[in-house]
């Protein structure tokens, strides 16, 4: 499968890949061990396509507190609970945070946190369907990316400082 790519330099994170099919994105890789990973597994080729090109262009207004919401076509892919949790995840609003046990519980499954936590780490979206919104219901930042828990309380501290702008 070909699949066509585009990077944003964020100077909060680095470079971001952004991956689509040629219809909508299906990936967003915020590590450089991750996006090597994905480029042994598919033929990547680098596209300015229309569509990469407003994803860029989105992160970049959203990285400069100037886009609250993404308008984008997203596909992702996985069982019926993940799509769940992701739908409920894109309904989070920007500079808020809501906490894995909020999420089981607006999905109808209450007892499902760790689940939630797992297709929490199974987004392949990541920014464009804000799993860094989620938190401990402590309000700690816990498992992003696995131990990644740096990146999310930077896009938090991002969304805080532009969220009444």
Not at 15 to 36: K, M, N, P, R, T
Not at 59 to 77: C, I, M, Q, S, V
Not at 141 to 151: C, D, E, F, K, S
Request: with cysteine; hydrophobic share 35%; proline share 3%.
């Amino acid at each position: 499968m070909k699949l066509e790519y585009s990077i944003y330099k964020s100077d909060l994170l680095g470079c971001i890949y952004v991956i689509s099919d040629g219809e909508a994105i299906v990936s967003v890789e915020l590590f450089e061990e991750d996006w090597q990973q994905l480029r042994q597994q598919y033929e990547m080729i680098k596209s300015n396509s229309p569509l990469l090109e407003n994803a860029v262009q989105q992160l970049d207004e959203y990285f400069h507190g100037k886009r609250k919401a993404f308008h984008l076509p997203l596909k992702w892919k996985g069982t019926e609970f993940q799509e769940q949790v992701w739908q409920a995840l894109c309904e989070i609003p920007y500079g808020t945070t809501v906490s894995y046990s909020d999420i089981a519980e607006k999905i109808g499954r209450p007892k499902a946190v760790r689940a939630v936590g797992q297709a929490n780490r199974a987004n392949e979206l990541a920014i464009f369907v804000p799993c860094h919104r989620v938190v401990g219901k402590n309000g700690s930042l816990t498992g992003y990316a696995g131990n990644r828990t740096n990146v999310k309380e930077r896009l938090l501290q991002l969304e805080r400082r532009y969220r009444t702008i």
